[in-house]
């Protein structure tokens, strides 16, 4: 997985970029067909935001989270992420492993 991280009006620091990256990391342990990842991170007056946006075989997976602590933002966009990146597993699967619908001929 391609991991990019930006940072909008602060500087990514290796603490945070290890801080993403340990975060990110949970997604792919339960999906790992993802292409990459774009993470930006920004402050605006009081409050920390964190998007991201996953790409996976057929489909973009984008997520936002704000707090006022960069570090809560970060977790609550990992959450977010994990669980749409697993409905979106889940329903891979179900498409994969259900029966095709066949059609009855009429007989005439």
Do not use: W
């Not at 997604?27 to 946006?53: G, P, Y």
């Not at 936002?64 to 977010?80: M, V």
Request: charged share 30%.
């Amino acid at each position: 997985m391609n991991l990019v991280i930006i940072g909008h009006h602060l500087e990514v620091t290796p603490a945070i970029r290890a801080y993403v990256k340990n975060k990110m990391a949970r997604v792919v342990r339960h999906f790992d067909n993802v292409i990459d990842a774009q993470v930006m991170l920004s402050i605006e007056r009081l409050e920390h935001k964190a998007e991201v946006t996953l790409r996976v075989r057929g489909k973009d997976i984008h997520c936002e989270a704000s707090d006022e602590n960069l570090y809560a933002a970060i977790d609550l966009l990992a959450d977010k992420v994990d669980r749409q990146v697993i409905k979106y597993k889940n329903k891979v699967q179900n498409y994969a492993t259900r029966e095709p619908i066949k059609r009855q001929e009429a007989a005439l």
